[in-house]
């Protein structure tokens, strides 16, 4: 599969993202858009966590383009546990092959990062997803979010990072904020549950809260659109009681 270009509820500061990691993913998150509601989860992201091995020779590059921002690995999670330190170090080095590129990662277990601050491409970004500041049961298999925050502080201030607030479940806005404000970001995205979930969300006055200590921290905040639907049904909350 050729290099995909960014699209629908993606970051919309990415350009292209790119799978070579197979199988299901370890964290099962209740949320993964991985799993469609109509057809299932596709069978290329079922079963044992394999290498495609086909998608190791795909060239990242592009006619008519110097460099690229490729997310790598956006339908599963590279550095969780029980992915082979192999499979990871493959992944790594085909990066490298490319090196004027810059490569987004995202993981649910960042203190993975750790064993392969010598191996990554340069440019490379590193992100972790902190949902909330509180243990909310049945919704993953991830580490803690606490865990994902103190290992963030381990990644050196020479590599950019990144925190993403998605899907924003229920905070408490001085910790959570705290958190961010301690592994201070290059930047941050916040954004909602896309496939109607059932999560446990945050009222959007408390979500106001938090991008306003953020912004006092001097973080850059990257909002997704799909935060409208929190705002929308404050709005519609407050109309009908004013009724």
Known sequence: MPLKKSVGNMYEWLQWTHASLGGECPHKCSYCFVDNPRFGR???????????EDELKIPFRKKGMDSLTIFIENCNDLFAEKVPAEFIARVLDHCKAWP????????KNPSRYQE?????????????????????????????PYARY???????CTL????????VLDFDVDELAGWIADIH????????????HGLPEPPVEKI??????????????????NLERLTKRAAVAADVQAR
């Open 42 to 52: 596709p069978a290329r992201y079922k079963g044992e966590l394999r290498l495609i």
């Open 100 to 107: 004027a590129n810059t490569y987004v990662f995202q993981t």
């Open 116 to 144: 392969f601050f010598g191996r990554l491409p340069a440019g490379s970004i590193l992100g972790t997803t902190i949902e909330t500041n509180r243990i909310v049961p049945g919704i993953s298999e991830a580490p803690a």
């Open 150 to 156: 103190r290992a963030m502080l381990k990644v050196p």
């Open 160 to 167: 950019m990072r990144f925190v993403t607030i998605e899907p």
């Open 185 to 196: 970001p290059n930047f941050l995205n916040l954004g909602a549950d896309s496939k109607n």
């Open 208 to 225: 106001h809260a938090l991008v306003a200590k953020l912004h006092e921290h001097g973080i850059e905040l990257r909002e997704k659109h």
